[in-house]
């Protein structure tokens, strides 16, 4: 947008195609490995773009970075009720949460997907997986390909909302605060790393404000709570709020398994109805969410 006078709707694209198409090479040998071996390797591929980032002043600006990237051009914004005396940072603030509720709705879709299941299925018991016949490291490169893509576009507002883009953007810290996000908000729950985004720049603006060695503090947190996250203790915290959780699950998850499945953070369950003998499957009698 800066340097080549993009428009908006064709540089978010671009950014999330570039991105997959990086995750694309990266993830043909990262899948390869498992465990501690492939997070070591997925640093290892970050501190060589970092790398790249620092020394390619050309493209890249070096440690000066891109600085004064513009807002785009949100005029057509101004036709919109409500929105039309909103400043131009309000109104890319409203289109930056539309992206991300589109977002976080494509990803439900992929999640309820076949191919959301298979990958449910290789993250529970690869080897079983992988013993029934499916492709685990495909499955694996595909999951990392998609995950790079939204990452291109978290990106590519990131950097346009800090009116800039810099080399420490892709040091390691910033890959670690993704992992933190999603350790307070709960692995394995799909509102998990909503929440704890959320967690975490609230921790970060009251604590700063009270001392400078707010990491030392986040890290006393996080050494304190249980593999629950936050979502799960909230939904701990009364029936009320566990059967919330379970409605949840549900609207996230809109094809879940037709066998009734506990909410994860209590003992209510879907009710279920049996069908005539001969269909040998079982459903949910009531699929209504209600508090």
Request: net charge positive.
């Amino acid at each position: 947008m800066k340097t080549y006078g993009m428009s908006f709707a064709i540089a978010l694209p671009a950014a999330a195609l570039g991105a997959a198409l990086g995750a694309l090479v990266f993830g043909y040998f990262c899948v390869r490995l498992t465990r501690i071996y492939f997070a070591m390797l997925t640093l290892a591929f970050s501190q060589i773009v970092w790398a790249i980032c620092f020394k390619w002043n050309d493209v890249t600006g070096g440690d000066q970075g891109l600085p004064d990237v513009p807002y785009p051009n949100l005029d057509w914004m101004s036709s919109i009720p409500f929105l039309d005396n909103l400043r131009v940072s309000d109104q890319f603030y409203v289109l930056t949460l539309a992206l991300v509720m589109v977002s976080l709705a494509v990803i439900q879709r992929i999640i309820a997907s076949p191919f959301g299941r298979m990958l449910t299925t290789i993250r529970e018991n690869p080897q079983r997986a992988a013993s029934i016949g499916l492709d685990v490291r495909r499955y694996e490169l595909a999951a990392f390909v998609v995950a790079g893509g939204f990452a291109g576009i978290a990106g590519a507002l990131f950097g346009i909302f800090n009116r800039g883009v810099f080399a420490d953007y892709v040091y390691w810290p910033k890959s670690a605060e993704v992992m933190i996000m999603a350790i307070l908000g709960g692995i394995g729950h799909f509102w998990g790393p909503v929440v704890g985004a959320a967690t975490l720049v609230l921790l970060n603006q009251e604590i700063t404000s009270y001392t400078q060695y707010w990491p030392f503090v986040l890290g006393a947190i996080l050494l304190r709570r249980d593999r629950r996250g936050v979502v799960r203790r909230l939904c701990l915290a009364s029936p009320k709020a566990g059967r919330l959780c379970q409605c949840l699950r549900c609207a996230a998850s809109p094809s879940r398994s037709a066998v009734s499945e506990p909410c994860p953070a209590s003992t209510w369950s879907w009710p279920r109805a049996r069908l005539p003998r001969s269909s040998g499957r079982t459903v949910p009698a009531n699929r209504r969410c209600s508090i």
